[in-house]
């Protein structure tokens, strides 16, 4: 199961999101070289990527922001930028451009931190946006929860796009972070499950304040949890005061047909 976009059109232009996603490619070629050479790599790593050891014995904070930008190989690269550019842009509507860069770095801080906080002492270094974009995903969830997600399925041979509501993707996608981190030993190295936990969480609830004024659960109804999102004085998307404000023609309910100058 592996998202592949969202049919969720954001007011505005993503500056941020395109400006992060932009600063993890140039990152990434800046040390391509590296990844041949895994003495050269180890060494660029234990400068800049975040070793839980380092940071609970008082070192390397500055790694848990550096981190971030930091990825182990095109595939890990491709996937994070790819979950950045479907989610990023809705919630730099929503919280601005600036708000948005706060709320991303914060999330990725939160995760890096929830990884010092599962394995203390471990030496594996961690890198990766996938806390920072865990975040995104944990806010997404939260104000999008019906937005139409298309997921690409693979069974042996059989590939299949299949849309289906934010609140499915993203919480079976949280549930197996949850999951596989409960099963899998921290200390060792791999995917850093606890992270995505911790950044996903951290999204979610500095999402709670701006859900909450824009009317909580009422957002909900307003909009229905999926696009279109008019403001509350707009009224519900496709219905009489929408048609007012927007000067399109008004869509007939269904079962009813309009009349035409046929009709007496």
């Known amino acids: 199961m592996f998202p592949i976009r969202d049919h969720n059109p954001s007011e505005g232009t993503p500056f941020v999101t395109w400006a992060l996603i932009a600063l993890n490619v140039v990152v990434f070629l800046g040390y391509v070289p590296r990844l041949g050479d895994p003495v050269l790599l180890m060494a660029f790593w234990q400068d800049w990527a975040l070793v839980p050891r380092e ?13 971030m930008f930091l990825h182990g190989g095109w595939l890990h690269l491709g996937g994070n930028m790819l979950f950045l550019w479907i989610f990023g842009d809705n919630l730099e509507a929503e919280f601005g451009h600036l708000g948005f860069l706060a709320f991303y770095l914060f999330a990725g801080a939160a995760a890096g931190l929830a990884q010092v906080a599962s394995a203390p002492l471990s030496p594996v270094p961690m890198v990766g946006a996938s ?12 104000l999008f929860p019906k937005a139409r997600v298309d997921v690409l399925f ?18 079976a996608w ?11 030993p921290t ?4 995917v850093a499950y606890w992270a995505h936990t911790g950044g996903f969480a951290a999204g979610l609830a500095m999402t709670v304040p701006l859900f909450l004024r824009r ?13 279109p999102h008019p403001p509350a004085k707009e ?9 007012r404000m927007t000067g399109l023609p008004r869509v007939p309910r269904r079962g009813r047909r309009p009349k035409g100058p046929w009709d007496r």
């Open 235 to 243: 009224g519900r998307a496709g219905g009489p005061v929408a048609a």
């Open 215 to 227: 009317g909580g659960t009422a957002f909900w109804a307003r909009t229905d949890g999926h696009p």
């Open 131 to 142: 806390g920072a974009i865990a975040g995104v995903m944990g806010g997404y969830l939260l």
């Open 187 to 190: 200390a060792g190295g791999g």
């Open 174 to 184: 949280f549930a197996i972070q949850v999951g596989s981190g409960a099963m899998t």
């Open 55 to 67: 940071v609970t014995g008082g070192e390397g904070y500055g790694t848990i922001l550096t981190s």
């Open 154 to 171: 693979i069974i042996v041979v059989i590939v299949r796009i299949i849309p289906l509501p934010a609140w499915i993707v993203l919480g």
